[in-house]
């Protein structure tokens, strides 16, 4: 049964499109055209919605439409048909904790986080945060009727959902254990079809109309799952989800433009049209988790939409990125592009 939230996003999938992925440690999924993730377009209108930052990684206090141009497949685009601001104002939330043996040293500092979070969030009501974990052990197993192909032990598993604050869910989320392999693709999928779930159970309430933001707590590295990476990133562009990803890796890694986990847990935020952050984003008075839902909060209020026509009917994937044309300083976020396929229209 489809929910407004599912025709939204699949009216959106007919017009922007399909997205990519080029990691070092995924390499070998993501060779050949036909092996990226895409959502496909048989329509001649391309929509884009996005939000820009400047050089303090905050959004510019105002933004025009002769401050940007898009390039479409290396086709320069200055003529739109449309250009407002987004009018999503909803959030639904879902963190997901890698608890595997590698991020062990940061997890406490990092329950602490998510805890603040599920406790103190005063704007996104309560029933709008999920907790998810992948790794380690969550003190009860995966919950009943978790989704999975990995063993019970490997399972990722539902820690919370819409009931995060109560005394039962504090409990789950501080008895969990670090230790053990890093199923991270297949934690991407299983969060995906989480969300996928969150959906068709908005018909007996809740938002229709949430933008869900993943908020992913891992250092990207993966070392056991069953799917790959390709196939955990269409998971979660086909729920029209954004990643937020917060590296949990060492230092020298999170800068180092070698380390094949930082350079996922960044391909895949951008491939989402989400942000990555180093650990170390938020202050003594903000953790991570507290500190990057502000910056979604603060991104969803300066997003835009963008309208343009198709600037060529060529079949296959088209690049999409937004430049500034004025101020330099500007960074442009928005999913990656899209396939064309001409024959369907």
Not at 19 to 35: I, V
Not at 128 to 135: M, T
Not at 256 to 276: C, D, K, P
């Amino acid at each position: 049964m489809f929910t407004h939230s599912h025709i939204r996003w699949a009216l959106l999938a007919l017009s922007v499109l399909a997205y990519f992925l080029a990691c070092p440690a995924a390499a070998d999924d993501m060779n050949g055209s036909s092996g990226l993730p895409t959502y496909r377009s048989t329509v001649s209108e391309v929509r884009v919605t996005f939000f820009a930052t400047d050089e303090s990684n905050h959004p510019p206090a105002t933004l025009t439409i002769s401050d940007f141009a898009v390039v479409d497949n290396q086709r320069v685009v200055r003529s739109f048909r449309s250009f407002a601001r987004s009018d999503e104002t909803a959030l639904d939330v879902v963190v997901l904790l890698d608890l595997s043996e590698s991020v062990a040293p940061r997890l406490q500092v990092v329950m602490s986080d998510v805890l603040q979070l599920v406790m103190q969030e005063q704007s996104i009501p309560a029933d709008n945060i999920s907790v998810l974990s992948f790794g380690g052990t969550s003190g009860g197993g995966a919950t009943e009727g978790a989704i999975g192909e990995t063993s019970a032990s490997l399972r990722p598993a539902v820690l919370c959902a819409s009931s995060c604050e109560t005394s039962d869910s504090t409990s789950k989320l501080l008895a969990v254990k670090s230790g053990g392999a890093t199923p991270l693709f297949d934690a991407l999928v299983f969060a995906a079809e989480f969300i996928s779930q969150r959906h068709a159970g908005r018909l007996d309430g809740g938002p229709a109309d949430a933008r869900t933001v993943l908020i992913l707590f891992s250092d990207g590295d993966d070392t056991i799952s069953l799917h790959s990476a390709r196939e955990a990133l269409q998971a979660v562009l086909d729920q029209g989800a954004l990643i937020y990803s917060v590296d949990m890796g060492k230092p020298e890694n999170q800068s180092s433009n070698q380390a094949s986990g930082a350079i996922f847990l960044r391909r895949v935020s951008e491939a989402t049209g989400g942000r990555y952050f180093s650990f170390s984003h938020g202050s003594s008075r903000q953790g991570a988790a507290a500190a990057v839902l502000s910056d979604v909060l603060e991104d969803l209020r300066a997003s835009y939409v963008v309208t343009y026509d198709l600037p060529s009917h060529e079949a296959g994937f088209h690049s999409v990125r937004l430049l500034p044309t004025h101020n330099l300083n500007l960074t442009f976020h928005s999913r990656s592009g899209y396939d064309y396929e001409p024959g369907d229209r």
